[in-house]
């Protein structure tokens, strides 16, 4: 069974752009999370969905970041436009309902430069 | 104060050392707590659940404490494949994990 998937792996952009964020959870799951890191600081928190609905976006760091999930499969998370402070590495990860053990994509690296 | 604090470490331990990992949580309400594993550049990884009655997975033991807020992980006879940083972790309401910053293990031969 496939993992959490996400894509790019990579991302380097110049600040001022535009840049889009895939995650693909484990089919059926309908628990959805995006986490970050940045340079020399914890994972954080940023947003969870379930199925399609916004559950809590308490984390989202301010409006140019927009995260949505049509369908209620995979999620998109679009930073616009981006700053050098955004740099870091994005996680998604999903689970069951009713069950905590959540599992993760293997992040995407952005660097705005 | 950060929700979850952990040592930084790095802990540097020969193969074979035993070595305990300490983390303490500000949220009293918080139901859930966990290890996660962490490889160089790559996700974290559930490495193991950490109960009241404590939790043990082969050389692995992990123990909650709740009267003080406090997590332990034990690992005993360390190999060098266990070099990784380890992340406590504690479950807010709506299943939000709260990560602390990371635990750097080296074992060295």
């Known amino acids: 069974e496939a993992g959490v998937t996400q894509f790019p792996s990579h991302s380097v952009i110049e600040k001022g752009q535009t840049v889009t964020l895939r995650c693909d959870p484990i089919s059926g799951h309908d628990n959805l999370y995006w986490y970050r890191r940045v340079m020399g600081k914890e994972i954080k928190f940023l947003l969870h969905?379930?199925?399609?609905?916004?559950?809590?976006e308490s984390g989202m760091p301010n409006n140019r970041f927009l995260a949505e999930r049509t369908g209620g499969t995979y999620s998109t998370l679009k930073v616009q436009p981006a700053e050098l402070e955004d740099s870091g590495v994005y996680f998604c990860a999903s689970s069951q309902v009713g069950n905590t053990e959540a599992f993760f994509g293997q992040g995407t690296r952005l660097t705005v430069v | 104060r950060k929700e979850v604090e952990q040592d930084p470490g790095p802990f540097n331990v020969p193969e074979g050392a035993t070595v305990a990992f300490n983390c303490t949580y500000s949220n009293s309400a918080s139901q859930s707590f966990f290890w996660y594993r962490q490889d160089c550049r790559k996700e974290p990884k559930l490495l193991m659940s950490?109960?009241?009655s404590g939790n043990e997975d082969g050389r692995f033991t992990a123990q909650l404490n709740r009267a003080s807020q406090y997590i332990s992980l034990l690992i005993r006879d360390s190999k060098l494949s266990d070099s990784a940083t380890y992340l406590c972790v504690v479950v807010e309401y709506g299943n939000k994990l709260v990560f602390g910053a990371g635990t750097i293990l080296r074992v060295k031969s």
């Open positions: 969905f379930v199925k399609e609905s916004k559950q809590d």
């Open positions: 950490v109960y009241s």
